[in-house]
């Protein structure tokens, strides 16, 4: 029987608890915004880990996605030399950031689920 629930599975969780709290007190780019990670995924070496965050910042477009991906990429040594003293692991993955859009593509698929039902409900409406 595999195991439910691996070690790199755990070490992403303790690295997207760890990297939350990090990010929030140590980058003081306000480029960034507030961020949030959604998910960690740790490759089995350990030589890598992929952080997928969104962030809310004052102009939410995909440009300003692009400059929170390109500084956070460029703090991920300071972050990584960070996540090592608060981890206790012989060796920090290197870390790559990645930007999630699935909470824009979540609103926008609810905007347009609302618009449906509403057209739905006056054709409804007027047929009867």
């Known amino acids: 029987m595999a195991k439910e629930y691996s070690r790199t599975r755990r ?3 303790q690295i997207q ?9 140590e980058i003081k780019d306000p480029r960034v915004g507030i961020v949030t990670i959604n998910e960690v995924k740790v490759t089995k070496d ?3 880990a992929d952080i997928y965050f969104t962030c809310m910042s004052l102009d939410d477009d995909d440009e300003s996605s692009k ?18 003293s608060a981890m206790n ?5 290197e870390l790559r ?7 824009g593509e979540a609103s ?7 618009k449906a ?3 739905g409900s006056n054709s409804s409406g007027e047929k009867s």
């Open 11 to 13: 070490i992403g969780d």
């Open 17 to 25: 608890k760890d990297l939350a709290t990090i990010i929030q007190q």
């Open 46 to 48: 350990l030589g890598y």
């Open 67 to 84: 400059i929170s991906v390109k500084v956070l990429n460029g703090a991920s040594g300071f972050l990584r030399t960070l996540l090592a």
């Open 89 to 93: 692991l012989r060796v920090i993955p």
């Open 97 to 103: 950031f990645h930007y999630d859009a699935i909470l």
């Open 108 to 114: 926008k698929m609810s905007q347009l689920i609302n």
């Open 117 to 119: 039902v509403k057209s």
